[in-house]
Structures are given as C-alpha cells and as structure tokens.
C-alpha cells in the first residue's frame, strides 16, 4: 500500500517559516515527480510546488515563487516545502503528492496519483 505522510504544519505568525516534509512508503518515487498543492476553505486545489524525480526541474505558483522551495531527497523518498516570509494568504490544507508515471513537475493535479492525506497550515496576521 502506498503511503504518503505529510508533517511539519502548523500556525506561524506573517513573516514566518515552515518546513514541511512528506515520507513516501509502499514505492519508491524517485523516477516519478512530486509536488506540493494546498486548498484553501471555500477555494479549489491549487498546486504550490511541482520537482522533477531528479530535482533538476522546478515548477512554482506565482503566488510563491521567492519565497518557497520545494526539494526531494530520493535516498529517503521524502519530499520538502521550505517555505518563507509567509502571508496570510498562504493559510490553507497542504497535501503531498506522487506521480506514478510522469517524470515533469506537472501543475495539473490529474497527473499525480498518489495523495497524503493533508496538513493544515495557519498563518496569523
């Protein structure tokens, strides 16, 4: 069974940091990409982070880019989200997911296969 373990979320004051990480168990991802997305109350899911299975390739919202970077660690199949000077705005469920094919950091979440289950991030004003 393949699993996928978000940790790391949590309430953080504007201007903050975060880092979040997501364990991969049941197969290993490291020839497939990976990707952050997050939904907000009321809002769709969006993607945040998308990386490549080597971690060559980088793909970002608008919404994050400078402040947030994603990265993997294909030794412990584990996938991170740095994320900096944080809003607001940025408050929402972040949910970790797997592609079991794709090898781009797609931004359609249609490419991802496997999904976590979510961890809430709060940021206050």
């Known amino acids: 069974q393949v699993r996928l373990v978000e940790s790391g979320g949590g309430l953080v004051p504007a201007g903050g940091s975060l880092r979040l990480s997501c364990a991969a168990s049941?197969?290993?991802?490291?020839?497939?990409?990976m990707a952050w997305f997050r939904q907000a109350p009321g809002k769709e899911r969006e993607l945040v982070a998308a990386?490549?299975?080597?971690?060559?390739?980088?793909n970002y919202a608008d919404s994050v880019k400078g402040r947030f970077t994603i990265s993997r660690d294909n030794a412990k199949n584990t996938v991170y989200l740095q994320m900096s000077i944080m809003k607001p705005e940025d408050t929402a469920v972040y949910y970790c997911?797997?592609?079991?094919?794709?090898?781009?950091?797609?931004?359609?979440?249609?490419?991802?296969?496997?999904w976590g289950q979510g961890t809430q991030v709060t940021v206050s004003s």
């Open positions: 049941g197969r290993t991802f490291s020839t497939s990409a």
């Open positions: 990386i490549s299975w080597s971690g060559g390739s980088t």
């Open positions: 997911a797997g592609a079991r094919v794709v090898e781009h950091p797609a931004s359609r979440n249609t490419a991802y296969d496997y």
